[in-house]
């Protein structure tokens, strides 16, 4: 939950400071298309906390089939906006300061991602039976 918490923080603080890399069309979507995961992200985890072994099927599903997949995008969407930012710096884009901010930003929300994806057998859930 704590690394949810600082993903949302890593969005927020790379879009705070003025950024060059937003200028790009090619590192603000990738970026801006991290809000839903990361949204997502959040309610599952919010989710998790509430949930209480065993769990029922509908839970069991939810955090089975939709945690992997979300983590997975929390993790390419802002790795794809460093990336793009990268391309366009050697290209010779103007360089601010806030770039600097927006790339630790993308990298601590990538960082979480991977390691949220990383961690998802721990959360696999077993169902209860229905008799």
Avoid: Q
């Avoid at 599903?61 to 997975?72: A, E, S």
């Avoid at 969407?77 to 290209?91: N, Q």
């Avoid at 300061?97 to 991602?113: C, E, N, P, Q, R």
């Amino acid at each position: 939950m704590l690394f949810v918490f600082a993903g949302g923080a890593c969005f927020i603080a790379a879009l705070l400071p003025r950024s060059g890399a937003m200028h790009s069309l090619a590192a603000a979507l990738p970026f801006a298309f991290t809000a839903l995961p990361l949204g997502i992200l959040t309610d599952l985890a919010f989710s998790i906390r509430k949930m209480k072994p065993p769990l029922e099927h509908r839970h069991a599903d939810v955090l089975n089939n939709r945690y992997p997949p979300v983590t997975l995008l929390v993790g390419l969407f802002p790795a794809f906006s460093l990336i793009a930012a990268l391309i366009g710096f050697l290209r010779g884009a103007e360089m601010m300061t806030g770039d600097i901010v927006f790339a630790i930003g993308a990298l601590g929300l990538s960082a979480v991602g991977w390691f949220s994806f990383s961690k998802r057998k721990l959360l696999m859930a077993e169902e209860v039976k229905a008799s």
